[in-house]
């Protein structure tokens, strides 16, 4: 990945295309909507977000895997950030520093070469950072001599580090893939369709919920629904992985049909337990960045794994 191979690259041109176009359609229709009288604030709230995230996604791609694998942890620890805030945790600056520094640990062996192979990533540490991050963390208590209240804290850490620096990290190990424009700007955009579909088809279609306690506006329809439009994508999409067989593609849709859903619900129930609506409002329209990113954080490792499995990683 480097500014050379995007400009050559017919995958990463084609959806820069079909994403200024899906844009441009919506903002002329949102227009349109209200020169008809049509109240527009919320949906222009969160058009303006997509106008935001858009170019930021595609422009760290643009700069290459370095920026992208940069971006992405960043966004990691924004996310990570969020969720220690809204727990509690980020009172405690031991357990959420060795959290920020095992997000940026995997960050740094996913930058650098495997020492034995030469290739880009080194894949081994990266599978077993999480098993020092989570030691580090339990030395914590020991260290400052505590018990009282130092089992949430060390919980909530190990959830944190495991949710946005390892899970989520899967995302940008997927950019020292060879075809990683391809496996990366799938799955961002097939998240994120999977997300509109659950909405729309629970509006269109929505009678039965699906878990009224955590999510009360989600139904099974939608669900069902979401599910239905996501095992299509891959087909529609089959220009990003041409190397994918029927099974590839079977299971592309199902991980991120059923793997969106649950990393959005994983999150539903964590707020509804605190007793919060969004994590933030740090982007207009869409609440914090963990309530964007919570889809791909159950999405990443599946298809990262599932890719590795066929194809490998280099």
Avoid at 190 to 213: M, Q, Y
Wanted: glycine share 12%; aromatic share 12%.
């Amino acid at each position: 990945m480097s500014i050379r191979a995007a400009l050559e690259s017919p995958i990463f041109l084609t959806y820069a295309g079909i994403i200024v176009g899906v844009l441009v359609v919506a903002g002329a229709t949102i227009g349109l909507m209200r020169l008809a009288g049509k109240n527009v604030h919320s949906i222009w709230r969160t058009y303006f977000g997509w106008l935001i995230m858009a170019p930021l996604v595609l422009g760290a791609l643009f700069l290459g895997r370095e920026a992208t694998i940069i971006g992405l942890a960043l966004i990691g620890i924004a996310g990570f950030n969020e969720f220690a805030r809204a727990t509690g945790l980020y009172d405690d600056w031991w357990m959420t520093g060795t959290v920020y520094l095992g997000i940026l640990a995997m960050a740094l062996v996913t930058l650098v070469d495997d020492p034995r192979h030469a290739e880009p990533g080194w894949y081994g540490m990266f599978m077993v950072l999480p098993a020092f991050t989570v030691a580090a963390i339990l030395l914590i208590p020991i260290l400052r001599n505590r018990t009282k209240g130092q089992l949430q804290g060390v919980a909530l850490a190990i959830l944190g580090f495991v949710y946005f620096g390892w899970m989520f990290g899967h995302l940008g190990f997927l950019a020292n893939a060879p075809h990683a424009y391809g496996y990366l700007l799938y799955v961002i955009f097939a998240v994120e369709i999977n997300d509109i579909a659950a909405f729309v088809c629970g509006k269109l279609f929505g009678r039965h919920k699906l878990r009224a306690t955590i999510s009360p506006n989600k139904t099974v329809e939608g669900s069902l629904g979401a599910l239905a439009v996501s095992m299509t994508v891959p087909w529609a999409l089959h220009f990003s992985f041409p190397h994918f067989g029927t099974l590839e593609l079977v299971l592309s849709g199902l991980i991120v049909g059923i793997g969106g859903q649950a990393g959005d619900l994983a999150i539903s129930f964590i707020k509804r337990d605190i007793g919060i609506k969004d994590m933030g409002a740090v982007v207009p329209g869409h609440g914090g960045i963990l309530d964007r990113i919570d889809s791909l954080i159950f999405v990443a490792p599946l298809f990262f794994h599932m890719v590795r499995w066929f194809h490998g990683i280099r």
